[in-house]
């Protein structure tokens, strides 16, 4: 059923179930990398940490034309800084960001990060979603993410309505009373000897869709037709996909950097429409040391990347 010049919007059972088989759900996002939450169920927001092993290389790809965001500069090829030492998610729009200083603090208390002639200094570019409700104003702050590093882990990651996905929407296309819930979800993507992970946090202003087309969570709306979100209130940046790309490879910044577009590109192929003037869609990716000789292909990795984030948004909401 194609309205006022949209797309189909409900997905029959079976196409569900069959996303719900296809994306069977993986417990850790990569080896190496530790993943905490911090939930908070009567604000119903939270934020996500991810600690990645020591000597990664860390770049970015930015796509939502609304993104807020704390040292993502550093990551740009331009800039010399290779190595980070946490990726914090988070909600509660720009105010979220404040949960970087608890995860700074938690890190530098544990002697990790730069180290510099006055203190060692923790490099955490964070990223976050628009997740704020009237009268449930309490967005995450520095305590929030020191219990996300005191909590994370490698394996049994915790996914669905949980940190940084706590509060996310999806299906806000047609007017934002008609959104479903989104969340957080893993993904993984193999071939060749080849691996990569991904984590994202759904809140789009778009539907998510199966590998077929079929919606599997999306507006609500019985007739929809596309509004925008800016058209029921003041335009803010309240839609964003957040995902995290993570490898074991022997790469420079410029090939993170790369792979951290393919990545977007899983939420190009899995959410519809995607990358709108509402978004805010941030991929990071990152590349832990590889001790191995055999050679990287690249673009297998590129593909990988994308399949793994389109794998992680799908899985993020069936649940």
């Known amino acids: 059923m194609v309205v006022d010049g949209c797309y189909t919007i409900i997905g029959d059972r079976s ?37 990645p092993p020591p000597g990664n290389v860390t770049s970015c790809d930015v796509r939502g034309s609304s993104p807020s965001s704390r040292e993502l500069e550093l990551l740009h090829l331009d800039r010399r800084l290779e190595e980070v030492h946490a990726v914090l998610l ?4 720009a105010f979220g960001l404040a949960a970087a200083d608890g995860v700074m603090t938690w890190l530098a208390e544990r002697g990790v990060g730069y180290r510099t002639a006055a ?69 993984n993507a193999e ?27 999306g507006t609500t ?16 940046p309240a839609n964003t996909v957040l995902a995290v790309v993570a490898t074991t490879a022997s790469l ?7 792979l951290a577009a393919r990545g977007s590109d899983g939420v190009t192929v899995s959410v519809r429409p995607a990358h709108t003037r509402y978004d805010g869609d941030v991929t990071f990716a990152c590349a832990a040391p590889s001790r191995a000789d055999s050679p990287v292909d690249l673009d297998v990795l590129g593909r990988l990347a994308t399949e793994a984030v389109a794998s992680a948004i799908r899985q993020a909401i069936t649940r």
């Not at 196409?15 to 169920?41: M, S, W, Y």
């Not at 984590?199 to 079929?214: F, K, Q, R």
């Not at 420079?252 to 790369?258: G, L, M, P, S, Y």
Request: aromatic share 4%; with cysteine; hydrophobic share 40%.
């Open 119 to 187: 203190a060692v200094v923790p490099i955490v570019p964070a990223a976050v979603i628009f997740d704020l409700r009237a009268g449930r104003a309490s967005p995450p702050g520095a305590v929030a993410g020191r219990a996300a590093c005191e909590a994370a882990t490698e394996e049994d990651v915790a996914t669905g309505l949980v940190g940084a996905g706590r509060g996310a929407t999806v299906g806000k296309w047609a007017g934002r009373q008609h959104a479903t819930e989104g969340g957080l979800g893993l993904g």
């Open 191 to 217: 071939s060749g000897g080849h691996q990569v992970g991904a984590l994202a946090v759904v809140n789009p202003v778009g539907d998510v869709i199966s590998s077929e087309g079929a919606v599997i969570a």
């Open 15 to 51: 196409a569900i179930n069959q996303a719900i088989a296809d994306n069977r759900r993986p417990r850790r996002l990569f080896a190496g990398f530790k993943v905490g939450h911090f939930t908070d169920e009567n604000a119903g927001t939270g934020c996500t940490v991810v600690l």
């Open 90 to 93: 988070t909600g509660g729009s």
């Open 252 to 258: 420079d910044k410029r090939a993170v950097r790369w």
């Open 221 to 236: 709306a019985a007739r929809p037709s596309f509004t925008g979100p800016g058209s029921e209130e003041v335009e803010l």
